[in-house]
């Protein structure tokens, strides 16, 4: 939906519409739980909405989700930012934190579909198998095989 402009969506009771701004990653668990503790080592998934340039940032915040860790270093507020046809996964403050959880697919919508990508890990560069959605300039990258709280880069080309 073009920003500045008024728009009437259908909301029955039974599908919320959610709208993402361009320029943004916005991490999700997508898995369906009773409560947020059974969450704890789930998955997660990025979505990546690219702006006009294919920018866009976010963050995310992990921790044991018991209690006052963060007290004591015990957290990873990581920073997730595409530029220039790369995504980048970085640690932003002192925390500590390591967890299992993997990000288990990066949908990403951008102006321009890439030919291939690459995901480097610890200085170890492979090949990302991807799945193209060209009706909606989507791509896919499903099991990068990356945890949520490293830092790595991923590579559009």
Avoid at 56 to 61: C, N, P
Avoid at 86 to 102: A, I
Avoid at 143 to 156: D, L
Wanted: hydrophobic residues 35%; aromatic residues 8%; charged residues 25%.
């Amino acid at each position: 939906i073009q920003g500045g402009s008024e728009q009437t969506l259908s909301a029955p009771m039974d599908y919320i519409p959610v709208l993402q701004r361009a320029g943004t990653i916005v991490p999700l668990q997508m898995r369906l739980r009773r409560s947020a503790s059974q969450m704890k080592h789930d998955p997660f998934t990025l979505r990546v909405i690219g702006d006009a340039n294919d920018s866009a940032i976010g963050h995310v915040y992990h921790d044991e989700r018991d209690g006052y860790g963060y007290e004591e270093n015990q957290y990873a507020y990581m920073e997730y930012v595409l530029k220039n046809g790369v995504l980048t996964s970085k640690r932003t403050e002192e925390g500590v934190y390591d967890c299992p959880n993997q990000i288990e697919r990066i949908i990403m919508k951008l102006q321009t579909i890439p030919k291939s990508v690459s995901i480097e890990v610890g200085g170890v560069t492979r090949a990302a198998e991807f799945i193209v959605d060209k009706d909606h300039m989507e791509i896919t990258i499903r099991k990068p095989n990356v945890r949520v709280t490293e830092e790595w880069t991923i590579r559009m080309h």
